[in-house]
């Protein structure tokens, strides 16, 4: 079983930062990648960013050059630098866990409010 645990969020005004991460744990074999999705309410949830386990990333047209998704590997841990942030960046942010074999985790989500 694996668990991911997230840290970070919080009410932030526009054009200001945060930074989540979210931390895995238990029996984490071959790591296809990791990353983070959102969801705001009566929306679907949809990928904000990831990172496979070769380096690359992907990014939602949204958040280009705004946010930015990193790893520790050694730690197995995943970030989400979140900067310039607007009103639309508010949602629930859920880490995600992909492993080789095809199971997916879900972490418990985290609040990003963005509002003045």
């Known amino acids: 079983q694996v668990q991911l645990v997230e840290s970070g969020g919080g009410l932030e005004q526009p054009g200001g930062s945060l930074r989540l991460s979210c931390a895995a744990s238990g029996s984490i074999i071959g790591i296809q990648s990791m990353g983070w999705y959102r969801q705001a309410p009566g929306k679907q949830r949809d990928l904000v960013a990831r990172i496979r386990s070769g380096g690359l990333t992907d990014y939602a047209d949204s958040v280009k050059g705004r946010f930015t998704v990193s790893r520790d590997n050694a730690k197995n841990t995943v970030y989400l630098q979140m900067t310039s942030l607007k009103p639309e960046d508010t949602a629930v942010y859920y880490c995600?866990?992909?492993?080789?074999?095809?199971?997916?985790?879900w972490g418990q989500g985290t609040q990003v409010t963005v509002s003045s």
């Open positions: 995600n866990l992909d492993t080789l074999i095809g199971r997916t985790y």
